[in-house]
């Protein structure tokens, strides 16, 4: 058997708990889902607003496709780069009060390719330890050298920067935690960034659309401007549909236009994206009512979830994690929830450190109140 080595790898996983495997969706994304024919009541997507099935933007893509076709047929360098692409960046960068924008077909590819362009052999990267895995990946593929701090320890970036180095330095960080659902203190990095003349990389992956007025984002909730931030905002979690966008000073742009890999080298997402995106963007705008009720969702679950043998991890976002510790307990929960028709994740290494395996509850405005109310009945049931 040629491929011996790959299966043993498969059984080792499996037998720590640990193999990976896929659920199909047999209904739309929202809260109430159907895999395998059984419906479950899901806590588990990133569609923090309820978009991504909403019938405007359904109505937006048909649209777009039947004014701009189905594909964009070539890279945005050569003739993929459309209108609506066009429109789509001059909106996120003027949304989160930035000079200027620029679409990526994903947030990884975004990421990789920030970081790719901006810094390499010689230049150094200050990155948090629980910085997503994209965010790693790029600093890897940038070849600066890397330097980790310890999660939201002001001192210990401090105490990196203050290190003799050559070259650029670049502080790369997730804005919400995106297996934690904190927040990194931007106020504080921006501070040190100014003060050791360090650009700032936020990846706002959960916070775009969600934190901030009008759903601007981290830097909106933090009263955050410089041009030494660079922002990366995705637009398939809150925003509903797919793609990322980074937003910086022009030169930044033009830089990134010129030398990301993942921008230049692959084909423009479809312009039809763009347009269902220019219709995510007012409907966020306007998404006041959507992020007061997920709000209120998040301390009634807060609330909720007290006094039970797991602890919910210190968060206000979406993002609410039952900190389980083994993996196999975190299956097991998982499985108990399954059981009782609600599907939460559980979320094992190498996604989260060793012993920290937990119940990653994610929360959307398209939950009701009896939404979270059962789920807070199903996870006290299990507790007993
Ligand atoms: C989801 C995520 C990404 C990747 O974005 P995609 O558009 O899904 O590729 C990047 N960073 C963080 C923090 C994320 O959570």
């Not at 790719?116 to 790693?136: E, P």
């Not at 659902?181 to 050791?196: F, S, V, Y």
């Not at 401007?225 to 966008?245: C, D, E, H, Q, W």
Request: charged letters at 15%.
């Amino acid at each position: 058997m040629i491929f011996a080595a790959l299966q043993q790898a498969l059984d080792q996983r499996a037998a720590q708990g640990l193999l990976r495997q896929r659920r199909t969706l047999e209904t739309p994304q929202s809260p109430h889902i159907v895999v395998d024919g059984k419906p479950y009541l899901s806590f588990c997507s990133n569609d923090y607003l309820g978009l991504a099935s909403h019938p405007h933007l359904v109505a937006a893509l048909q649209q777009g496709a039947q004014q701009w076709g189905a594909g964009a047929g070539a890279a945005h360098l050569v003739s993929g780069h459309f209108a609506p692409h066009h429109t789509l960046e001059q909106r996120l960068a003027a949304f989160v009060g930035k000079p200027a924008a620029l679409l990526f077909s994903t947030g990884f590819m975004a990421n990789l390719g920030v970081v790719q362009a901006l810094v390499g052999k010689g230049d150094t990267v200050f990155a948090d330890k629980l910085n997503h895995a994209s965010l790693n990946d790029a600093m890897q593929l940038s070849r600066a050298e890397l330097k980790r701090y310890r999660h939201n320890d002001m001192a210990h970036l401090a105490q990196l920067l203050a290190q003799e180095t050559q070259g650029r330095k670049l502080v790369i960080t997730d804005a919400v935690f995106s297996m934690d659902g904190d927040l990194a203190p931007l106020p504080e990095i921006l501070a040190l960034c100014e003060q050791h003349g360090a650009w700032l990389l936020v990846d706002d992956a959960h916070g775009f659309g969600v934190l901030g007025a009008q759903g601007r984002g981290s830097l909106a909730h933090f009263g955050l401007a410089s041009p030494r931030i660079i922002y990366m905002g995705t637009l398939g979690k809150a925003a509903g549909v797919s793609g990322a966008f980074v937003a910086a000073e022009q030169v930044v742009i033009d830089t990134l236009v010129n030398a990301a890999h993942s921008y230049v080298y692959t084909t423009a997402s479809p312009p039809a994206l763009a347009v269902a995106l220019l219709e995510s963007l007012r409907l966020i705008e306007q998404g006041e009512a959507l992020r007061e009720h997920l709000q209120a969702l998040i301390v009634q679950l807060r609330a909720g979830l007290h006094g039970l043998p797991w602890q919910l991890m210190p968060s206000d976002t979406a993002i609410q994690p039952l900190l389980v510790g083994e993996n196999e307990l975190a299956l097991e929960l998982s499985g108990g929830l399954r059981e009782r028709g609600i599907w939460v994740a559980a979320i094992r290494p190498p996604t989260v450190p060793q012993g920290t395996a937990r119940l990653r509850i994610t929360l959307s405005a398209a939950h009701t109140a009896a939404d979270v109310n059962q789920l807070i009945e199903a996870v006290h049931e299990l507790a007993r």
